[in-house]
């Protein structure tokens, strides 16, 4: 990650949608400012882990399906470090009628699991450059989602 660059894991996290168009209920973007700072954490990328240690790493992450890290907050304990936070809620997007858009009257058919993900996404995304301005230290920052 580059100074000035904020990620967010959502391109291949596509089961919230799905959920939400089998319960036909809407999704609400959501950011927290600040949330990467409330916990101290080692992984491969944070400590100067030799790269073959690093991809090995990587490859046991992708197996186990997760990432693991290491992580603790106030004097070592689980307890968040008190650092502000600054979370913004957008617009809820609500799920197409049924019978409308790509996948026709299914809901949670590939095309419109896919279309309603990229809508959430463009709303997260615009919803981040929106409030940036009102979080110290994200002012000039960009969201990339990958």
Same mark, same amino acid.
């Given at each position: 990650?580059?100074?000035?660059?904020?990620?967010?894991?959502?391109?291949?996290?596509?089961?919230?949608?799905?959920?939400?168009?089998?319960?036909?209920?809407?999704?609400?973007?959501?950011?927290?400012?600040?949330?990467?700072?409330?916990?101290?954490?080692?992984? @491969?990328?944070?400590?100067?882990?030799?790269?073959?240690? $690093? =991809?090995?790493?990587?490859?046991? +992450?992708?197996?186990?399906? !997760? %990432?693991?890290?290491?992580?603790?907050?106030?004097?070592?304990?689980?307890?968040?470090?008190?650092?502000?936070?600054?979370?913004?809620?957008?617009?809820?997007?609500?799920?197409?009628? @049924?019978?409308?858009?790509?996948?026709?009257?299914?809901? $949670? =058919?590939?095309?419109?699991?896919? +279309?309603?993900?990229?809508? !959430? %996404?463009?709303?997260?995304?615009?919803?981040?450059?929106?409030?940036?301005?009102?979080?110290?230290?994200?002012?000039?920052?960009?969201?990339?989602?990958?």
């Amino acid at each position: 990650m580059s100074p000035g660059q904020r990620n967010v894991l959502l391109n291949r996290r596509r089961g919230f949608v799905r959920l939400a168009l089998r319960h036909r209920v809407p999704l609400v973007p959501a950011f927290a400012y600040g949330q990467d700072e409330v916990y101290r954490f080692a992984g @491969p990328q944070l400590c100067g882990w030799s790269p073959w240690v $690093a =991809s090995l790493y990587s490859a046991w +992450a992708k197996r186990l399906g !997760f %990432v693991p890290v290491a992580f603790w907050g106030r004097a070592g304990t689980p307890l968040p470090l008190q650092r502000r936070m600054t979370i913004v809620v957008g617009t809820p997007i609500p799920p197409p009628p @049924p019978g409308d858009g790509p996948g026709g009257g299914d809901a $949670a =058919s590939p095309e419109a699991l896919d +279309a309603h993900h990229a809508i !959430f %996404v463009a709303a997260l995304v615009a919803l981040f450059d929106r409030w940036k301005s009102t979080a110290p230290g994200y002012e000039s920052d960009e969201l990339h989602v990958i």
